[in-house]
Structure formats: structure tokens, C-alpha cells
């Protein structure tokens, strides 16, 4: 039994049909509560895509899935989740955000493995499998160690994902020098970073050595002032790093205010969350190199690849997360002989998807995270 663990551990999906005839034939009923109708029905409907592709790799005809649509809605999802409760189903996979969680405490008896990436404010019998900030923070720490980084700056946008950042800044004891929650409004932002970077200063200190030198007259310095002339500030950055906990144009936003500030990532190492290999990096030669956490970077491109071939159409982030979700469920089940009951996911334990691995401890998921960096118009893997 110790060798089949161990190659459970070390697969992406298990197969177990040759094992069929040693459990009973009683079916593995698991429901899947999803958006396919409404604002998210094309998320939806390529999770369920995905789902499929996962049962088939399982290959156990014992699995049978009950999928329900909510609309993303926590009323609906709360009805149908009575409904798979009501036919004996006390696991279920979704919904995709948090905000269809807060009624299914309700249903204490049935364990829900939601896609969303957040842990604060989820009930009790809500289990969180999206990649969460504390896996991203823990990753960005084994960085930080391997770099002898030692004064980063953790910015966080102002918003309702502060007590996650923060909540992982705890779990996580990651070594800072400040952190500073900014605003995401530009024109706000751009005079917080000046204030951090303590640009004023530095800007005063250039104009103040211009002067000094033109005042003493000597022929030698006429170089010197030259060169001063053709840089923004003068003076040291008292940190090492910065980590922008932000995505997208907002996370662009925050690197061109530390650029207007002479704050370059030639200077300092630029570090984010995950960007799910975000190919509008790849053009913004200005923030170069800026180095970010994330799911194995081959497996998600073969996984999108398989997914296209097949459906003829392309995937998404969460259905590449509910493969590995399918997978995750079905190790822990036949490792509890089967049985559901509410300490699934207390245990401790380890299972290899296609993202990573996931650990398991205490009703919470984390992954361990690959590490990227964006340079020269390339996306290169560092660990």
C-alpha cells in the first residue's frame, strides 16, 4: 500500500480502473455547482469541458458528476446545493466566486470545494483551491532567500483583497521592510509613490550638487555637471524591492509612478502576484525584468493545447484549476476508503496536479508555486 501512495503522490491524475474490482461498485457521486447560464456561462461551460477531460483521464465508471447551474448567484447556488444534498451528494466542486459562498453554511453536512482564490470570510465547510495569496507570498519569500533580498516594499491596493495580503504577510512571516497600502486611483498614486520613494528629496538633492559644483568653478567638474544634468534624482532607495500585490493596467500604473520616480527595475527587483503569464508583459519593456509566482508555466500550455484540441475552442485559468480539483477530490476519496465525511480536508496531505502541488492541512489548500521572471520580451522560469 506504501508504493501505491507513493505513486499517487507523484501523479498529475491517478488511474485507478485496475483497482475497481477491489473497492464496491457503489457509485462516487459529486456535484458541480457552476455558472452556465448568464454574465460567467462561457467560464462555466469550459470548466465543465475540463471536468470532462479530467473523469475521462480518471477513467472510473464509478464517478458520477451532477452539475447544477446557479447563474452566480448565492440564492440559486444555496437552492441547488439543497438539491444535491437532498439526493445523498455531501461533496461538491464550486461554485467559482466568493461572493456565492456566504448562504452555503447553511448546508454544514457537505463539503465545497470553491475555484476562488480567497480565504478570509469563507464558512467553515467552504474549502478555497484557487492559487490564494499566502501559496504566491510563501513562493515570493523562497525568492527572497535565494536573492538575499532584504528590504522589500509590500504594496498592497486599497480594496477589498487587503485582508488576504495581509492575512498571508502573517501566515507566511515574509521578511519586509514597510508595508504601504496605496491607492488605485493614478492621480493619487503617483503622489504616494513620490512620497515613498522619497523622490522629492532625491530630486532636491541633484538640483542642490548641480549647484554646489557650478558655484566652486572648477574646470573639472564641468563633466561631472554634465552628467549630473542627464539624471533624474540623486541618492540612494532604502529598500531592495518592492512586491505589487496588483494585476493588469493597475499594476502597470504602479510601475510607471515608480519609473517617473527614478525607481527603475535596474535599480531594484520588481517582484508581483501571479500574472498567469500575461502576454502585455512581454511589451512592456520598461518594467523588465519583473519576476511573479505562478502555476507550472508547461503543463498550462499543454493543457491548453489538449483542451483546444479537443473542443475546439480555448480555456480558461479556472478550468485549467478544476482538472486538477477532479483529481484532488478522487485521491482523497479512495484514500478514505470512499467515504465523505468532514475530515477530508483536515488531514495533512499532498497531491501533485498539473498546477503544482497542493498541500493539504487543516480544511485550508495551498500550492507550491513555480517562480517567473519577464525579461528581454521573454517569460524565463527561475525555479
Known sequence: MKTLIKFFLLSSLIFFSQFNKTFSEEKI??????????????IGKAVIKAVQMAINKIDDDRIAIHVKDNRSDPDTTLDVARELYSSGIKIIIGPIFQKNLIKLSNLEDVTFISFTNRIKGNPKNVISAGV????????????????????????????????????????????????????????KLTS?????TRYPQR?????????????????????????????????GINFDSVIIADFDESLKSVVTSLLYTDVSSNRIKYITFNQWFDKSLLKEKSLQPIYYPSVNRANFVEFNKKFK??????????????????????????????????????????????????????????HQLNFYVVDDGKIKEIF
Open 192 to 196: 504616494q509613490i513620490e512620497k515613498i
Open 29 to 42: 457521486n459529486i456535484g458541480v455547482i457552476l455558472p452556465l447560464s448568464g454574465e460567467y456561462q462561457e
Open 203 to 235: 530630486k532636491q538633492n541633484l538640483i542642490d550638487e548641480i549647484k554646489r559644483l557650478e558655484d566652486l568653478d572648477i574646470e573639472g567638474n564641468k563633466n561631472r555637471i554634465e552628467s549630473l544634468k542627464k539624471k533624474d534624482t540623486l541618492g
Open 309 to 366: 484540441k479537443i473542443y475546439n475552442q480555448n480555456s480558461n485559468q479556472i478550468a485549467f484549476l478544476s482538472y486538477d480539483i477532479v483529481g484532488l477530490v478522487y485521491y482523497l476519496l479512495f484514500q478514505n476508503n470512499f467515504s465523505v465525511d468532514k475530515n477530508l480536508f483536515y488531514k495533512r496531505n499532498r497531491f501533485k496536479g498539473k498546477i503544482g502541488i497542493f498541500e493539504i492541512n487543516k480544511n485550508i489548500i495551498t
Open 132 to 187: 490564494n495569496a499566502i501559496s504566491q507570498t510563501n513562493t515570493i519569500k523562497k525568492f527572497q532567500i535565494e536573492k538575499d533580498i532584504k528590504r522589500s516594499l509590500f504594496l498592497i491596493p486599497k480594496g477589498n483583497f487587503e485582508d488576504e495580503i495581509n492575512y498571508a504577510i502573517k501566515k507566511t512571516s515574509i521578511k519586509l521592510k514597510d508595508k504601504i497600502v496605496y491607492e488605485t486611483d493614478p492621480t
